[in-house]
């Protein structure tokens, strides 16, 4: 059975940073190309960022360019997302998502798995 599992979500203040873990188990880790969403209060899904397979390629959410990192660690099975220099904004749910075949990384139907989700707050 697959799972994916959302950590490091927390209430923090505008210009604070957060990282958020996702591991991921069930799955052959480094054959999936690894995304993260978000979900603000009456908002549909957006795209935050997305990262290839073997790590050779990412892409950001303009909203989010220049201050989040994606990285991942195929010998913990584990994606992070590192956010600096977090707005109000940013507040949402996060979401981790793996694919093994991804053609529109903006695409949330491209992706096989999904996590349960990761409340981040953040306070003006």
């Known amino acids: 059975q697959v799972q994916l599992v959302e950590s490091g979500g927390g209430l923090v203040q505008a210009g604070d940073s957060l990282r958020l873990s996702c591991t991921a188990s069930g799955l052959t880790f480094s054959l999936y190309a690894m995304g993260w969403f978000r979900q603000a209060p009456g908002k549909e899904r957006e795209f935050v960022v997305h990262?290839?397979?073997?790590?050779?390629?990412?892409y950001y959410g303009d909203s989010v360019k220049g201050r989040f990192t994606i990285s991942r660690d195929s010998a913990k099975n584990t994606a992070y997302l590192q956010m600096n220099s977090l707005k109000p904004e940013d507040t949402a749910i996060y979401y981790c998502a793996a694919g093994n075949w991804i053609r529109d990384y903006r695409d949330m139907e491209a992706y096989n798995y999904w996590g349960q989700g990761t409340q981040v707050t953040v306070s003006s």
């Open positions: 990262r290839t397979w073997n790590g050779g390629i990412t």
